[in-house]
């Protein structure tokens, strides 16, 4: 039997690449950040590790969201994006 293919994602803040499973999609919707816990939100998307938040936080600094996505990210969406995450990572550790 043939084996499957697993779809690999790059996470945009430690650059490795990694099974899809195990990283978060953020999306761009309307201007905002915004994670993607089932990856089928419309809209431009980009990954980044749901284990580790110091990723997300690479990523803002590198302003790596603004390159990839095209949106100007504020400090409210960071906060916002920030707690969708962790919430997103808890879960996944359960």
């Known amino acids: 039997m043939k084996e499957r293919k697993v779809p690999m994602r790059r996470c945009i803040g430690c ?19 915004k994670a993607d816990p ?24 590198r302003k790596s969201f603004e390159r990839n996505l095209n949106v100007a990210v504020s400090d409210e969406n960071k906060a916002e994006l920030l707690r969708q995450v962790k919430e997103l990572s808890e879960m996944n550790e359960r």
């Open 15 to 33: 650059m490795e690449s990694k099974e899809k499973h195990c990283l978060i999609r953020i999306v761009n919707c309307d201007g905002s950040l």
């Open 38 to 61: 089932k990856g089928k939100a419309n809209g431009r998307g980009t990954y980044v590790c749901a284990d580790n938040i110091k990723c997300l936080e690479k990523a803002f600094k």
